[in-house]
T-cell receptor
C-alpha cells in the first residue's frame, strides 16, 4: 500500500542554520504531497503542498520539490528560527479523501 | 467556533472502562476524520465521515472502536473495554469538501488518552 517514510528526529539546529528533513514515499501513480507542521500545544496545520511532479511548494521560507525520479519530497529552509521548533509531518493523498502521514520529525532550534 | 474543537483534552482511565471522545468540526465542513497518534508512530487513519455516513471505517483497530456523527456536525469516537495499547492522542480533522485533493485538513488539538 501507499506509505511515507521520514527521517527520524529529533533534529537539533542552531538559529540561522540550514534545514533539511527527508521524506520519501511509496505510491501507485503520482499522488499530491504535503508537509504539515504541529507547533507545541497546537493542532496540525498545512505548511505546503505540491500536486504534480517537479512542482515546488513553498510557505514561510520552507520549500519542498516533488521529485518523482527519487520518490522524494524533502523539506528545506535556508535559515531556521527558534519559532520553527515543531514536529513536521510529510503526507500523501491515498484515494480521493484520505491522507497518509509519515511518523513525524521533531525539530528543535536553539538560540 | 473558529476551529476544530475536541474534548476532553486529557483523559486518564482504567483498563476495561469505556471512553467517549468528542469532536466539534468547523461549521459547514462536510468531511470529518479521526486519526490516532501514538508515541513514535505517525498519524494512523481511523475513520472518515462524509456528512453523517462513514464510507471508510477501514482504520478502526478492532470492534471495540466505534464512531458516529450526528447532524452532519459533532462526532463521537467510543472505545469500549479500553486496553493499555489504546493509549494515544486521538486527533479529529475536518474539511470543507469530501475530497482531500486540496490537502487541507483542519485539525483539532487532540484528546490524549491514557489507559492505566
Amino acid at each position: 500500500g501507499n506509505s511515507v517514510t521520514q527521517m527520524e528526529g529529533p533534529v537539533t539546529l542552531s538559529e540561522e542554520a540550514f534545514l533539511t528533513i527527508n521524506c520519501t514515499y511509496t505510491a501507485t501513480g503520482y499522488p499530491s504531497l504535503f508537509w504539515y507542521v504541529q507547533y507545541p500545544g497546537e493542532g496540525l496545520q498545512l505548511l505546503l503542498k505540491a500536486t504534480k511532479a517537479d512542482d515546488k511548494g513553498s510557505n514561510k521560507g520552507f520549500e519542498a520539490t516533488y521529485r518523482k525520479e527519487t520518490t522524494s519530497f524533502h523539506l528545506e529552509k535556508g535559515s531556521v528560527q527558534v519559532s520553527d521548533s515543531a514536529v513536521y509531518f510529510c503526507a500523501l493523498v491515498d484515494s480521493s479523501y484520505k491522507l497518509i502521514f509519515g511518523s513525524g520529525t521533531r525539530l528543535l532550534v536553539r538560540p | 467556533g473558529a476551529g476544530v474543537s475536541q474534548s476532553p483534552s486529557n483523559k486518564v482511565t482504567e483498563k476495561g472502562k469505556d471512553v467517549e471522545l468528542r469532536c466539534d468540526p468547523i461549521s459547514g465542513h462536510t468531511a470529518l476524520y479521526w486519526y490516532r497518534q501514538s508515541l513514535g508512530q505517525g498519524l494512523e487513519f481511523l475513520i472518515y465521515f462524509q456528512g453523517n455516513s462513514a464510507p471508510d471505517k477501514s482504520g478502526l483497530p478492532s470492534d471495540r472502536f466505534s464512531a458516529e456523527r450526528t447532524g452532519g456536525s459533532v462526532s463521537t469516537l467510543t472505545i469500549q473495554r479500553t486496553q493499555q495499547e489504546d493509549s494515544a492522542v486521538y486527533l479529529c480533522a475536518s474539511s470543507p469538501m469530501g475530497g482531500t485533493k486540496g490537502g487541507e485538513l483542519f485539525f483539532g488539538e487532540g484528546s490524549r488518552l491514557t489507559v492505566l
